[in-house]
Nanobody, 121 residues
Framework: QVHLTESGGGSVQAGGSLRLSCTASASAYCMGWFRQAPGKEREGIGAIDSDGGRSLIDSVKGRFYISQDSRKTTLWLQMNNLKPEDTGMYYC??????????????????WGQGTQVTVSS
């Protein structure tokens, strides 16, 4: 069992930055970030695996950056140049099984409670 706790959400104006953190109770092979905007389905943003592989969706490349600590228990999401369409609940997810991580939510077993990000225009 891996417990995940997100932090760092908040309200910012467009063009601002936020850094989200996710702390895991144990190391995981895959850790990733997802978000869900109001009225929309949950969307994978990106993920990192313990072998150094990482993925990031095209819509946030150049603005968002995913990183992880060496113990594989803390995951960060640095979000720059935020846009109103980035508004949503942001979730951290993890998986202990090895293999390709990707950004599909069905590939992750453990989920945090989420942290709200609100970007105003």
């Amino acid at each position: 069992q891996v417990h995940l706790t997100e932090s760092g959400g908040g309200s910012v104006q467009a063009g601002g930055s936020l850094r989200l953190s996710c702390t895991a109770s144990a190391s995981a092979y895959c850790m990733g970030w997802f978000r869900q905007a109001p009225g929309k389905e949950r969307e994978g943003i990106g993920a990192i695996d313990s072998d150094g592989g990482r993925s990031l969706i095209d819509s946030v490349k150049g603005r968002f950056y995913i990183s992880q600590d060496s113990r594989k228990t803390t995951l960060w999401l640095q979000m720059n140049n935020l846009k109103p369409e980035d508004t949503g609940m942001y979730y951290c997810a993890a998986r202990t099984l090895t293999g390709f991580c990707g950004t599909l939510d069905r590939a992750f077993r453990y989920w945090g409670q989420g942290t709200q990000v609100t970007v105003s225009s």
